[in-house]
Nanobody
């Protein structure tokens, strides 16, 4: 099993920037995909950005061009750099990791960190 701990988040004005970080512990050598999801209360959790160990990137259209994801495979960390934040980016952000190459392989989630974009 892998434990994920997020840091960052908070309150920011529209147009501002934030960085979210996530550190994995445990069997980090098993991690293939790492990244971020977000969820607004009452709505489905949605993918924000994911990276696999080969460097393949998946990013939501809504954040493409504003958010950047980076990953350190050796340390088991993943960062999300969020620029030009908008009110609609307000959500709970969850670190995500998958232990294996297939979608049905075990997944791990962090506890979440709140991002609020407001004037």
């Amino acid at each position: 099993q892998v434990q994920l701990v997020e840091a960052g988040g908070g309150l920011v004005h529209p147009g501002g920037s934030l960085r979210l970080s996530c550190a994995a512990s445990g069997d980090i050598t098993s991690l293939t995909v790492m990244g971020w999801y977000r969820q607004v209360l009452g709505k489905r959790r949605e993918m924000v950005a994911l990276l696999n160990t080969r460097g393949n990137l998946w990013m939501a259209d809504s954040v493409n061009g504003r958010f950047t994801i980076s990953r350190d495979n050796v340390r088991g960390t993943v960062n999300l750099f969020m620029n030009d934040l908008k009110a609609e980016d307000t959500a709970m952000y969850f670190c995500y990791a998958r232990r294996g190459p297939n979608p049905q392989d075990p997944e791990d989630w962090g506890q979440g960190t709140q991002v609020i974009v407001a004037s």
